[in-house]
């Protein structure tokens, strides 16, 4: 399941929600990242979207995931607009029969939605607005994924 809102969510929730009825499930990994305040220099974080080109190629990322990983399932939520720090921007969770493919599928996921999904991201602060591009580390941890096999 792939869902962007601008809403305010649960991690916890939606791990419990996830967690529910996997009989057959032996892991479960998650990434739940946050909007940080840059030490008082980022006030807002927006981040804007597509809505349905954004969850499209998401799901393509996802589908991939699916078969390279041999997951059971997976679940990403993922805000759009205003986000105050401390608030969740992201929540990922897969489930596989083992953990190292729950483990590794999470993190391929959260890197192509650092580098690579199309999210534009903006952060307001005392100093003005800037836009936030991917860094050298983010496309670094991207690009492991086209030579590494699973």
Do not use: N
């Not at 929600?17 to 990434?31: H, I, K, L, N, S």
């Not at 997951?71 to 401390?86: C, E, M, N, S, T």
Request: proline residues 5%; contains cysteine; hydrophobic residues 45%.
């Amino acid at each position: 399941m792939i869902a962007l809102t601008d809403q305010a969510f649960d991690p916890g929730a939606l791990l419990t929600d996830f967690c529910q009825g996997r009989t057959e499930t032996g892991a479960v990994a998650t990434f739940t990242g946050l909007a940080r305040s840059e030490a008082g220099a980022a006030t807002t974080l927006e981040l804007e979207a597509y809505p349905g080109f954004t969850e499209g190629a998401i799901g393509k990322i996802a589908g991939e995931a699916l078969e390279r990983f041999g997951l059971h399932d997976f679940h990403i939520v993922h805000r759009v607009g205003k986000i105050a720090p401390g608030e969740p921007i992201v929540f990922v969770a897969t489930a596989a029969t083992h953990r190292r493919a729950a483990f590794e599928a999470c993190d391929f996921l959260m890197d192509y939605l650092k580098s690579r999904a199309p999210f534009w991201k903006k952060e307001t602060g005392p100093a003005g607005a800037r836009w936030i591009e991917p860094r050298a580390e983010d496309h670094a941890d991207i690009a492991r994924w086209e030579t590494e096999k699973p």
